[in-house]
């Protein structure tokens, strides 16, 4: 009975060391469990330890919303302008996406931005006025040949959305066609760490930067190969693609360093963004985000 005793005592001993060392872990790990919690903090840490406001939820503004596109909305044309893929708009942000109009697009800069929006002042408004959270994924371009409220939608200095079609239906009815809209900027809220997809080749590098949370949008980028103290700055190319013209060493993984374009300017480091061996043609997803 002692030895059963002495072996059940020295269980609970491990157990307990087991469950503090696991606590441990789970607190400093961005895990999605923690997304919430995170998400209601009104302030967040830079990469240099300097505490700034994280991104807030703005006013909401008068704007006008269509939709486009197969009834899905799934599809690579829903993510062109912007240069997602049909199976990054699939996994990362299914048929809840919108083509911006220019003034909202900024030129490229409002790639991955998340807007909720509400039918307003029309009677093909879903009962109630639900809102639907979309994240801003292509262009909607201007149509200089019709006016501008009779078909040229798009057309500056116009702020419009056109949707996805099952973003638009939580709006409103098909029938509509064209409703007006109220809509604000929220805190994109995404599951797990920034994701790259590369293209290109180890001298010229493109970056394909995805699923950023908070403000959802990214100013300028750096890379920095594992064992390197020196990063290397990365030119906008166009949409979310940005390219790193250095000679890089595939055995080596990538940290990158990311600066979002909202105010107010939030800056972190991925540090496990891309691992080593990497090749192009294929995605990675870190383990840090903005939150």
Same mark, same amino acid.
């Given at each position: 009975?002692?030895?059963?005793?002495?072996?059940?005592? =020295?269980?609970?001993?491990?157990?307990?060391?087991?469950?503090?060392?696991?606590?441990?872990?789970?607190? *400093?790990?961005?895990?999605?469990?923690?997304?919430?919690?995170?998400?209601?903090?009104?302030?967040?840490?830079?990469?240099?330890?300097?505490?700034?406001?994280?991104?807030?939820?703005?006013?909401?503004?008068?704007?006008?919303?269509?939709?486009?596109?197969?009834?899905?909305? =799934?599809?690579?044309?829903? *993510?062109?302008?912007? !240069?997602?893929?049909?199976?990054?708009?699939?996994?990362?942000?299914?048929?809840?996406?919108?083509?911006?109009?220019?003034?909202?697009?900024?030129?490229?800069?409002?790639?991955?931005?998340?807007?909720?929006?509400?039918?307003?002042?029309?009677?093909?408004?879903?009962?109630?006025?639900?809102?639907?959270?979309?994240?801003?994924?292509?262009?909607?371009?201007?149509?200089?040949?019709?006016?501008?409220?009779?078909?040229?939608?798009?057309?500056?200095?116009?702020?419009?959305?056109?949707?996805?079609?099952?973003?638009?239906?939580?709006?409103?009815?098909?029938?509509? *066609? =064209?409703?007006?809209?109220?809509?604000?900027?929220?805190?994109?809220?995404?599951?797990? !760490?920034?994701?790259?997809?590369?293209?290109?080749?180890?001298?010229?590098?493109?970056?394909?930067?995805?699923?950023?949370?908070?403000? !959802?949008?990214?100013?300028?980028?750096?890379?920095?190969?594992?064992?390197?103290?020196?990063? =290397?700055?990365?030119?906008?190319?166009w949409g979310i693609t940005y390219q790193?013209?250095?000679?890089?060493?595939?055995?080596?993984?990538?940290?990158?360093?990311?600066?979002?374009?909202?105010?107010?300017?939030?800056?972190?480091?991925?540090?496990?963004?891309?691992?080593?061996?990497?090749?192009?043609?294929?995605?990675?997803?870190?383990?840090?985000?903005?939150?």
């Amino acid at each position: 009975m002692a030895g059963r005793a002495n072996n059940l005592a =020295i269980l609970l001993v491990a157990v307990a060391v087991a469950m503090t060392t696991a606590a441990a872990q789970l607190a *400093g790990a961005s895990f999605t469990t923690s997304l919430w919690w995170r998400q209601q903090q009104q302030t967040m840490t830079s990469s240099a330890g300097v505490v700034v406001a994280a991104f807030k939820t703005s006013d909401w503004h008068d704007g006008s919303a269509t939709f486009y596109g197969d009834p899905s909305g =799934i599809g690579d044309d829903f *993510g062109g302008a912007c !240069g997602y893929m049909s199976n990054d708009i699939v996994s990362l942000y299914s048929a809840n996406t919108a083509a911006l109009s220019t003034p909202l697009f900024a030129d490229g800069k409002g790639c991955g931005q998340c807007y909720e929006l509400r039918c307003v002042k029309s009677p093909w408004c879903n009962p109630g006025s639900p809102s639907v959270v979309v994240t801003g994924t292509n262009l909607c371009p201007p149509n200089w040949y019709l006016p501008s409220d009779n078909g040229g939608w798009c057309n500056p200095p116009r702020q419009h959305f056109d949707m996805a079609p099952p973003s638009f239906l939580r709006l409103a009815q098909r029938v509509a *066609g =064209i409703v007006p809209v109220q809509f604000r900027r929220v805190p994109c809220q995404r599951t797990g !760490g920034v994701r790259l997809c590369l293209q290109g080749n180890p001298y010229w590098l493109l970056l394909y930067v995805m699923n950023v949370g908070g403000a !959802g949008d990214v100013y300028s980028l750096s890379a920095k190969p594992s064992g390197s103290a020196s990063w =290397i700055q990365a030119a906008h190319n166009w949409g979310i693609t940005y390219q790193v013209f250095a000679a890089l060493d595939t055995s080596q993984g990538l940290a990158v360093k990311m600066t979002s374009y909202s105010s107010p300017p939030q800056t972190i480091v991925v540090g496990d963004a891309v691992g080593p061996y990497w090749t192009t043609g294929l995605c990675y997803q870190g383990s840090n985000n903005f939150y």
